[in-house]
């Protein structure tokens, strides 16, 4: 027999004291809201409304100020330049992070715990400390300039946050399918790609996310190991977009709002994998 339960009325107290924690959390989501609303406002306002209301929300449109940053500042260049160091790096780091990964959590090994110690060490280490030895050594190398060099870089200092995460998830699976698998005669690279992999697709979606986007706009790495700017990343590009001439708003806020769309729309397309990732890895720790 189904039962209903009443809903507990709320007291006046209880009212006021919801409304507050309401009216906190909607004035907060406004401040946080309106530099984003305002970069977008002005990047779709015309020049002469730019100078004369810069803080009025959407009083004109224009593609003006879309049409200078995507052609005379060279962003349509931009975007492919920061695809092509942002997607091969982020999937360097997930394909070694889930396999290194993986080989910390279940392969037993000789000094195991002491390598996982050495990766976890690149978190303490910051990348300000090695970044002007590492440009002689790759200048050495004959990596400057070049997007394996900065690809390589990238990767570098995603890899121990990636392996670290990758490991608490794969640590968390029950030993049970591993040892079913066995018993079944898979090979360890079997037990791997069909048993574990799929349980774990949700991490590595959210750490394909995290990875991108910090990737994406990584500002140093570009500007230090990139100098004569043959492969400027948008994150540079708008660094240097109006270097020598006077400050023209509209045109900048254009140039911002072209970096910061892709991000946003992968990380609204992918937002459910992303928090399944870190949530699960929350209820399991």
Same mark, same amino acid.
């Given at each position: ?6 809903? &507990? ?6 009212a ?5 924690k309401? /009216? ?6 406004l ?33 003006? %100020? ?6 005379? #500042?060279?962003?349509? %260049? @931009?975007? &492919? ?5 942002a ?12 396999? /290194?990964?993986y /080989?910390?959590?279940?392969? =037993? ?5 002491? $390598?996982?110690?050495? $990766? ?9 400390? @090695?970044?002007? =030895?590492?440009?002689?050594?790759? *200048? #050495?190398? #004959? ?31 029950p ?29 590595? #979606? ?53 970096t910061?769309? =892709? ?6 397309a992918?937002? *459910? ?8 890895? /929350? $209820?399991?720790?």
């Amino acid at each position: 027999m189904a039962t209903t339960i009443d809903k &507990v009325p709320l007291t006046p107290r209880k009212a006021i004291v919801l409304t507050g924690k309401h /009216a906190v959390l909607i004035a907060a989501s406004l401040i946080a809201l309106f530099p984003l609303l305002l970069i977008v406002s002005t990047a779709l306002k015309t020049s002469d409304d730019v100078m004369l209301n810069p803080f009025g929300l959407f009083s004109s449109f224009s593609m003006e %100020n879309l049409e200078t940053a995507w052609n005379v #500042g060279g962003f349509s %260049n @931009y975007v &492919v330049n920061s695809l092509l160091l942002a997607v091969p790096s982020t999937l360097l780091v997930v394909v070694l992070s889930t396999t /290194a990964g993986y /080989a910390f959590a279940r392969l =037993p090994f000789p000094g195991r715990k002491i $390598v996982f110690n050495l $990766v976890v060490l690149g978190l303490l280490v910051p990348f300000f400390t @090695y970044m002007i =030895p590492l440009y002689f050594q790759m *200048r #050495g190398m #004959g990596l400057l300039n070049s997007l394996v060099g900065v690809n390589l870089v990238l990767t570098s200092t995603g890899l121990a946050f990636g392996t670290f995460f990758m490991k608490a998830f794969f640590s968390d699976l029950p030993g049970e399918l591993e040892e079913a698998a066995r018993i079944d005669g898979a090979s360890e690279w079997q037990i791997f790609a069909r048993v574990m992999l799929p349980l774990v697709g949700s991490s590595m #979606g959210a750490l394909a996310v995290f990875t991108f986007l910090q990737n994406w706009n990584n500002f140093l790495v570009p500007l230090l190991y990139i100098p004569n700017g043959s492969f400027r990343p948008l994150t540079t590009g708008l660094y240097l977009f109006l270097g020598g001439r006077s400050v023209d708003i509209g045109p900048l806020a254009a140039g911002a709002l072209i970096t910061i769309v =892709p991000v946003m729309v992968l990380f609204i397309a992918l937002q *459910r994998q992303v928090m399944q990732g870190f949530l699960s890895g /929350a $209820v399991k720790g």
